[in-house]
């Protein structure tokens, strides 16, 4: 079955660096766009950066260009979300993402969720 494990969260002083990763296994990686989404307390996901399954281009949220960088391994199947300089409004639950697009013999795009690991940045 369809996996995603998100691991390297915790705590970390303002300025500090985390790198959050994510394990895939049961669906074919090197096929998917992968991103990481962000949820704090009381707010909605959003999403923080994508890379995509073709060229591996990346998009990223305006709140952390130049300090957040996510990457893929198409060979152990894994995306890294490497953040740096974070400020406390980084501060939430981080979420591995897996997406693709219907293909024409489906019925439904294919979208799946890890279980998210815990951000802390304070002081």
């Known amino acids: 079955q369809v996996q995603l494990v998100e691991s390297g969260g915790g705590l970390v002083q303002p300025g500090g660096s985390l790198r959050l990763s994510c394990a895939a296994s049961?669906?074919?990686?090197?096929?998917?766009?992968m991103s990481w989404y962000r949820q704090a307390p009381g707010k909605e996901r959003e999403l923080v950066a994508r890379?995509?399954?073709?060229?591996?281009?990346?998009n990223y949220a305006d709140s952390v260009k130049g300090r957040f960088t996510i990457s893929r391994d198409n060979v152990q199947n894994t995306v890294s979300l490497q953040m740096n300089s974070l400020k406390s409004d980084d501060t939430a639950m981080y979420y591995c993402?897996?997406?693709?697009?219907?293909?024409?013999?489906?019925?439904?795009?294919?979208?799946?969720w890890g279980q998210g690991t815990q951000v802390t940045v304070s002081a």
């Open positions: 993402n897996a997406y693709r697009p219907k293909a024409a013999w489906e019925s439904r795009a294919r979208d799946y």
């Open positions: 049961g669906f074919t990686f090197s096929t998917y766009a």
């Open positions: 890379i995509s399954s073709t060229d591996g281009s990346t």
